[in-house]
DNA sequence: CCGGCTAGGCTAACCGCGTTAGCTTTGGGG
DNA sequence: CCCCAAAGCTAACGCGGTTAGCCTAGCCGG
């Protein structure tokens, strides 16, 4: 029988055809495996496990989530570059909804994760360099901001009533505006 | 051998014991078995399986949550009841990590668990009773919180860097009382 | 007080998934 | 050309959910 001439970053390819398909639910190794075709336990030729393979997913997703970040941002500071994330942010979510579920939301043990994790970091960090805030001030937005953004696509399918989600995000932004006032004050 | 005694309501309590010691990832039957002091599939006799037994346990603690929420924010009215459920959900939060994880965030098949996440979102929404907005605005605004106070509490564990999280909170919540004007104005 | 019926317990067994062990074979490099 | 490491495979285990079917505790009517 022929070799399939796998390798980890085929194997990663292949979760995230699985993850796109069925959701991060469906990310198993015999689903991998069939997608690769191959036996299960010819996957831990490449990955260790499915923790291991969980986390190079998260490093993928996550930097090609940044990539995105990052050049939504450029060239953009204060408000508008606020504006910019929060929609590519919202975009993003939109294109890719279960691979955002990947997104690191607390420390994560692998050290790669970890790494991809504070990279993403720096974009939203960086939104509030345009801003006159001390050190301490810029931590506190970017976490305020990180967690209406991250709440907002987390709930987004779950919203019920007719209104438009569109508008409703809208608001959101126009409030996180306040966050250059409200970072200035509270501390 | 004697008889346990079991009902569906002493399961859930036992699931929640199992929730609280390990984590929503503990919840298994065969642990929640194991704390009944029953067989695993003894279990089938009370609840349907793990589905049914995950929505009995997420009916529980979002009412529970709805109890707390609502007193906080009694008696309250504008940005004095915004700030009360901001840190009454904080709390919560604090208080009863593993249990939040429970909290509905998107539409969940189970009839009972939807009815108990509009009794809650009842009580958001009442937060902007006392502005003066449209019926639409208060939907828009209730949204836009909820993300708010949902992406904190799930991030809030996962924030690097030493940085009070009450400073962050305390930041979010004073920008989150831009909400009123915001909705205001982008709609 | 007794017989029986039901509800609530049990064991056995199946399936799917992750994982490990150990065998086989491919195919590139000396 | 041969060899051997890498890459595939099958077999087997453990564990979790689930189903089937048995057995008995304990209430209820006679």
């Known amino acids: 029988m022929p070799r399939a001439g796998l390798n980890p970053a085929a194997v990663v390819d292949a979760a995230l055809r699985v993850v796109d398909a069925g959701g991060p639910e469906a990310l198993t190794l015999a689903a ?14 490449h990955v260790a496990g ?50 955002y579920a990947f997104m690191p939301q ?9 790494a991809a994790a504070d990279r993403f970091l720096a974009v939203v960090f960086a939104v509030f360099k345009g801003y006159d805030l001390t050190d301490d001030q810029v931590v506190h937005a970017t976490r305020v901001l990180r967690a209406a953004l991250h709440g907002f696509a987390v709930l987004r399918t779950g919203f019920q009533m007719g209104q438009d989600v569109d508008v409703t995000y809208r608001v959101l932004v126009e409030t ?12």
Not at 176 to 187: E, P
């Open 32 to 45: 991998v495996a069939g997608e690769c075709g191959v036996a299960t336990p010819s996957l831990y030729k």
């Open 50 to 99: 499915l923790p291991e393979l969980r986390a190079l997913l998260a490093v993928r997703i996550i930097d090609e989530f940044t990539a995105e970040a990052t050049a939504a941002i450029l060239g953009r500071s204060g408000d508008a570059a606020l504006e910019a994330l929060a929609f590519a942010y919202r975009d993003y979510v939109t294109r890719r909804p279960h691979r």
């Open 106 to 114: 607390r420390i994560d043990p692998d050290p790669g994760v970890t």
């Open 176 to 187: 996180l505006k306040a966050i250059r006032g409200a970072a200035g004050s509270a501390s």
